[in-house]
């Protein structure tokens, strides 16, 4: 089971700032960490994406149990995400994202980018943890399309026998790196510039099967976690 990992940003030096400050209203009352020297520390990339996941809990009216029961955790769980002491995994990231009707990316702060040019340095990290890293490509909101680069280490799998969410049709396509691609009980394996097809009710499992690490861009539409999970998910549980 992997876990989202959520890197520890620096704290702030002592200069002072004096240019326009973007607030998140989701952590615009959480109070910075007190440090040993008395300056302030800025608030984890994971006390962030607790506080917003509670913004938009709150404002759904729906309570920690109601939440919990809905996205096959237990209350306490989210409790401890909501505050920041617990990672959420991929599977679950998604499935919170799917019973708030939200793209997993919303759950995280939005890129701080204008126009229309997206920088690979200013995506939007939905890290699975260990070694699996996803970026977003294309930014919210865009209710049609949802594009996202993930990089997989030297042996790692993703997904399973049983693993489906929602009905999208998502393409998978090979930048880097050899992989084993297991759609329906079917074996693909797919070298860089290959691409496949399928949709994301069909179980499938992604296995990297190369001596290096790989990398592929996955598209969906509409974007998978905006979908909601067929009546035959089977997303194995994770906490």
């Known amino acids: 089971m992997t876990t989202a990992a959520f890197p520890r940003r620096p704290p702030r030096d002592n200069r002072i700032e004096t240019h326009a400050h973007h607030t998140d209203p989701a952590t615009a009352d959480m109070a910075p960490t007190s440090t040993d020297d008395g300056l302030a520390e800025e608030l984890t990339d994971q006390q962030v994406f607790g506080a917003r996941l509670r913004m938009f809990r709150k404002s759904r009216r729906m309570s920690m149990r109601d939440l919990a029961v809905a996205a096959g955790v237990s209350p306490s769980y989210i409790h401890q995400i909501e505050n920041g002491t617990a990672n959420a995994g991929f599977n679950v990231l998604r499935r919170l994202a799917d019973v708030l009707s939200l793209q997993i990316i919303d759950l995280f702060e939005r890129p701080r980018t204008s126009g229309r040019v997206l920088r690979r340095e200013e995506r939007p990290s939905l890290s699975h943890g260990g070694d699996v890293l996803t970026t977003a490509i294309t930014p919210p ?7 996202t680069s993930t990089e997989y ?5 993703v997904g399973g026998d049983d693993y489906t969410h929602g009905d999208v049709r998502e393409i998978f396509i090979v930048v880097r790196g050899l992989f084993r691609f297991r759609l329906d009980g079917s074996d693909y394996e797919l070298r860089e510039g290959d691409s496949l097809d399928f949709r994301s009710s069909v179980p499938h499992t ?3 099967i190369g001596p290096e690490r790989a990398e592929a861009i996955w598209v969906s539409s509409p974007p998978a976690s905006l979908n909601r999970p067929s009546a035959g998910e089977t997303a194995p549980p994770e906490q």
């Not at 909101?141 to 594009?147: K, Q, S, W």
């Not at 280490?153 to 799998?157: D, F, K």
């Open 206 to 208: 992604i296995t990297n």
């Open 141 to 147: 909101p865009l209710l049609d399309v949802e594009v």
């Open 153 to 157: 280490p030297p042996g790692a799998v």
